[in-house]
């Protein structure tokens, strides 16, 4: 089993920056691509950004692309994303998981292993 707690949310201006982490306990993530989703109000939770087991590979939903930054420190078993340029749009819970899939292919919330209970980003305009 792998527990995941996401922190470093909050309520921030549009165009400012903000790093989530997302510790792990259990289990090395080193087995693990890890992900990030997020869930605006009133809408479906949507795949964000994904990282290989070993961080040489990144993925990014196109909405972040350019803006968002995620990496992961194995050692630390902690994954992160650093969010600049925020918009009002990024208003959302974010979540991080963690999954058996391939990166490129984990952009799917049903395919997703394990999961924290997210942390809510607002972002005012």
């Known amino acids: 089993q792998v527990q995941l707690v996401e922190s470093g949310g909050g309520l921030v201006q549009a165009g400012t920056s903000l790093r989530l982490s997302c510790a792990a306990t259990?289990?090395?993530?080193?087995?693990?691509?890890m992900v990030w989703f997020r869930q605006a109000p009133g809408k479906e939770r949507d795949f964000v950004s994904s990282?290989?087991?070993?961080?040489?590979?990144?993925y990014y939903a196109d909405s972040v692309k350019g803006r968002f930054t995620i990496s992961r420190d194995n050692a630390k078993n902690t994954v992160y994303l650093q969010m600049d340029g925020l918009k009002p749009e990024d208003t959302a819970v974010y979540y991080c998981?963690?999954?058996?899939?391939?990166?490129?292919?984990?952009?799917?919330?049903?395919?997703?292993?394990?999961w924290g209970n997210g942390t809510l980003i607002t972002v005012s305009a």
């Open positions: 998981a963690a999954t058996y899939a391939h990166p490129a292919a984990a952009n799917k919330w049903a395919d997703m292993d394990y």
């Open positions: 259990g289990r090395p993530i080193s087995s693990y691509a």
């Open positions: 990282i290989s087991w070993s961080g040489a590979h990144t």
